[in-house]
């Protein structure tokens, strides 16, 4: 039943988020006017602060020739429109409610079958490698699209430094468990803490990004500080955010999602536009901020993933 609930609200967020982020805007403009009217004040004393707060810059950035050139989206829905279901199920909320999640101190654990078992401070993993700018596109299973200019580097350069065993096949994620910081985990609408997982091929392929930024700044809480993988070729649920673990394996790890509703969420969910979820088509996306919908391209149309996946059956293996 909570399966059911977590997927019903996902459903009902497919249309009109363009109409809805206005009619927000709209409301709290009247509300406000009518508000100081009232009291006899300034409009601006009565507004809340801003959810979206400026972060550090991050400097340095180099280019990536993985970037599209596509009109990317603008912060502001960005950093306000998430899904995180630590913090809510609604995705306006995160936002608010991760305004002061500590973000530091951060030591990411890698283990498993690797030679180094190392206890990493984020900070130093930040500086492993130089950061890039890499301009996505991002698909949510739920029908939305973003173009976003993630920070980071390859996750191959953190996945080197542990020296994986041979018979590591795949890696694990985890995200953070801290009901007292994280309202959703509060919550039984997922097994917390959240899981991810990869093939080690897909780990190590030059797109799967270690991501601690975005348009040039620190990343905001609400989209995964300080530290979260990004997957531009695969459902948004599985670029997963806050990671405090990342473990080596030889067995296929059961993804969160997969986990609670295994015949709408596989283990590789690679963006498919020939592959219907259960309940609804894969087959278009609405960009935020767009009105029309778009056709969605297979991989997200990143082609050079398809060598991955040849001679699986991706119907099977969705
Ligand atoms: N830990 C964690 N990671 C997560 C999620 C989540 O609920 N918890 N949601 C996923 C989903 S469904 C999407 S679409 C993206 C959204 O990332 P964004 O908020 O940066 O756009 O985060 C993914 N990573
Ligand atoms: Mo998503």
């Known amino acids: 039943m909570l399966i059911k609930k977590a997927a019903d609200i996902a459903s009902s967020e497919i249309t009109s988020k ?114 890039e700018e890499r301009i996505y596109r991002h698909r949510c299973v739920e029908g939305w699209s973003i173009v976003v200019p993630w920070v980071g580097f390859s996750l191959s350069e953190l996945i080197k430094r ?32 959240y899981v991810e997982g990869l093939r080690m091929d897909e780990a190590m392929h030059p797109l799967a990004l270690l991501c601690f930024g975005m348009y040039g700044e620190v990343l905001p809480n609400q989209n995964g500080a300080p530290l979260r993988i990004v997957l531009p070729w695969k459902y948004g649920f599985k670029s997963a955010k806050a990671i405090v673990r990342v473990r080596f394996v030889e067995n296929q790890p059961v993804n969160t ?36 919908k778009r056709p969605t391209l297979m991989f997200n149309g990143y082609d050079q993933v398809a060598g991955l996946y040849s001679g699986m059956d991706l119907r099977k293996n969705y």
């Open 257 to 292: 999602w997969q986990q609670s509703a295994p015949q709408e969420y596989g283990f590789y969910s690679n963006v498919n536009p020939n592959v219907d979820h259960p309940r609804w088509s894969q087959a278009r996306e609405r960009r935020l901020g767009e009105f029309g």
């Open 18 to 131: 363009s109409l809805y982020l206005n009619r927000r805007k709209f409301l709290a403009g009247s509300a406000a006017l009518g508000a100081a009217a009232l009291a006899g004040v300034g409009v601006h004393s009565l507004a809340s602060p801003p959810l979206v707060e400026a972060n550090a810059k991050i400097d340095g950035l180099q280019k990536s020739p993985f970037s599209t050139t596509e009109n990317v989206t603008p912060f502001k829905d960005v950093a306000s429109y998430n899904n995180y279901y630590e913090f809510s199920t609604d995705k306006y909320e995160p936002a608010s409610l991760a305004r002061n999640f500590k973000t530091r101190p951060w030591t990411v654990k890698i283990d498993g079958l690797v030679k180094k078992k190392l206890e990493l401070d984020v900070d130093s993993i930040m500086k492993m490698a130089a950061p």
């Open 162 to 193: 542990a020296e994986p065993l041979g018979k590591a096949k795949f890696v694990e994620f985890t995200t953070l468990y801290d009901p007292g910081q994280m309202p959703g985990q509060r919550r039984d609408v997922l097994r917390w803490p």
